[in-house]
Nanobody
Framework: VQLQACGGGLVRTGGSLRLSCATS????????MAWFRQASGKEREFVGA????????VYEGSVKGRFTISGDNAKNTVYLQMNSLKPEDTAVYFC????????????????????WGQGTEVTVSS
């Protein structure tokens, strides 16, 4: 199983970016996919997740209302639409996946995910 994340870049405050995470070698239609991020000098943190079986999404508080996770089963791809970006969103963003349908309380735990993409860098200038 491989996850390939892309779509990062440099954007000004208030701008938008859409990250993509393409999966190959396995299906996660009934599993769970998530985005995490890690800013320089900080620990990796949860951004949001999409649970395949019911399309339930969960977001970390600071991105709620600005970020949206969606999935395209036909393309085996999950997206992270990021709007109203702020300098504090600057980080390397990682997609993660598991073929298990996680319970809501565990969606934010990176220990629950079995597969990880390589990361794509997002820089938001002020």
């Amino acid at each position: 199983v491989q996850l390939q994340a892309c779509g990062g870049g440099l954007v000004r405050t208030g701008g938008s970016l859409r990250l993509s995470c393409a999966t190959s070698g396995g299906t996660f239609r009934t599993g769970t996919m998530a985005w995490f991020r890690q800013a320089s000098g900080k620990e990796r943190e949860f951004v949001g997740a999409l649970r395949g079986q019911d399309r339930k999404t969960v977001y970390e508080g600071s991105v709620k209302g600005r970020f949206t996770i969606s999935g395209d089963n036909a393309k085996n791809t999950v997206y992270l639409q990021m709007n109203s970006l702020k300098p504090e969103d600057t980080a390397v963003y990682f997609c993660a996946a598991t073929q298990r349908s996680l319970i809501l309380s565990s969606l934010g735990s990176d220990l629950r995910y079995d597969y990880w993409g390589q990361g794509t860098e997002v820089t938001v200038s002020s």
